[in-house]
């Protein structure tokens, strides 16, 4: 398609307004897009967000949408001071997105970033989990060129598992032997696992089951789980659409009835992304994460997956079990875009002395306290 894309801008993504199935088109067009790019995750985003304002851009060439945006303008304080932050809808639970843009439309993406400056005035524009592609990156690019500062870095290498038929036979060297360790202390007690593929009617039924183990768990007690007081309504309204679509999965660990571990998960084009573990302290010793793990294996090898992926790593010293039978790793990117104005000189600033000066130090004080003599 020629000409020049035609941008339009959305108040919203749940209205009828929206040209939903135009959006839905334009991520099967997508080979990367992950389930938080689905609207179902992005409405609930949407509507547990509360105070930041959504702003959704779309591009279109004719009747077909290459590009949609769906963008929060928030004021957030930086060094003690109120700065405007522009970011993707999903923040901060989103795990991976691409950006949607249809393949061979980077100029699309660089075209937009005027329009958001003009709509959404900001002092940073930050993305976060972007999974790098041609369009992504080449429109980035420009946007970076178009920029006072700009910053793109790696944010985390995540491990996948290629499924394939081998893994009906145990895996070799030290995961072999940790489940099978697992599997005899499980069957010790009678704890027994279960596959869960939920429709919309079971999904309350288990965010109540899945939530008490959590807020049990060391997650609940630090308040930072998917079903923590702040983020339980996105959670519970995002599984319920999910499910919806037939995307949600879990496998649990019961003893006597109940749920004692737990791996939730979402697939997407045969792909399952492993989103979240927890279990109860006094099952601990178990080992039951590993056993979980290796249970979506073999349901993913039962049901014709081809992957396991790990969906999102701790970006320094990740200790996801998956690493153990790791095939390959997928990247992370951050990017943060600074505009000529005089607050985006000064928070650039900042962050820099943050950084690359202070933040050194501190990790160097840190380590010396904690080094025995």
């Not at 334009?26 to 689905?38: I, K, Q, V």
């Not at 002092?123 to 946007?143: F, I, K, N, R, S």
């Not at 996105?234 to 496998?251: F, G, I, S, Y």
């Not at 737990?262 to 601990?284: I, S, T, V």
Request: charged share 25%; proline share 6%; hydrophobic share 40%.
């Amino acid at each position: 398609m020629n000409g020049t894309p035609h941008f339009v801008w959305y108040a919203d993504l749940a209205t009828p307004s929206f040209p939903a199935d135009a959006y839905e088109n334009l991520l099967a067009r997508l080979p990367d897009a992950t389930p938080f790019n689905r609207l179902a995750w992005l409405r609930a985003a949407a509507n547990a967000s509360g105070a930041p304002r959504l702003a959704v851009l779309t591009a279109w060439r004719e009747a077909r949408m290459t590009l949609c945006l769906p963008l929060i303008h928030c004021r957030e304080r930086k060094a003690g001071l109120p700065f405007w932050v522009v970011r993707h809808l999903g923040y901060p639970l989103t795990d991976r997105i691409v950006l949607a843009v249809e393949p061979g439309q980077a100029e699309t993406l660089a075209a937009a970033l005027p329009h958001i400056r003009r709509k959404l005035p900001h002092t940073l524009l930050q993305l976060d989990e972007l999974l790098a592609t041609p369009e992504g990156d080449a429109g980035l690019a420009v946007w970076g060129q178009r920029s006072f500062l700009w910053k793109s870095e790696r944010g985390c290498r995540t491990p996948v598992h290629g499924i394939d038929e081998q893994d009906l036979r145990e895996p070799s060297g030290p995961p072999r032997y940790k489940l099978r360790r697992a599997r005899r202390r499980c069957d010790a007690i009678g704890a027994a696992l279960r596959r869960v593929r939920p429709k919309v009617d079971d999904i309350d039924a288990l965010v109540t089951a899945l939530s008490a183990v959590e807020q049990a768990s060391w997650k609940g007690a630090q308040g930072v789980g998917i079903f923590s007081p702040g983020r339980a309504a996105w959670m519970r309204e995002a599984l319920r659409q999910l499910a919806a679509e037939d995307r949600v999965r879990a496998v649990l660990l019961e003893h006597e009835g109940r749920c004692v571990s737990y791996r939730l998960g979402f697939l997407e084009n045969g792909r399952l992304y492993d989103y979240n573990l927890a279990f109860l302290p006094d099952y601990a010793s178990l080992g039951s994460g590993r056993l979980l793990l290796d249970e979506w294996i073999r349901w993913g090898v039962d049901d014709g997956w081809r992957a396991i992926d790990a969906s999102r790593v701790s970006r320094e010293r990740s200790r996801h079990q998956l690493h153990e039978r790791m095939s390959g790793a997928i990247e992370h990117r951050q990017w943060r875009f600074y505009p000529y104005r005089p607050d985006a000189l000064a928070l650039a600033c900042a962050h820099g002395v943050w950084r690359y000066l202070l933040k050194p130090c501190l990790r160097k004080y840190i380590r010396k306290q904690y080094t025995p003599s």
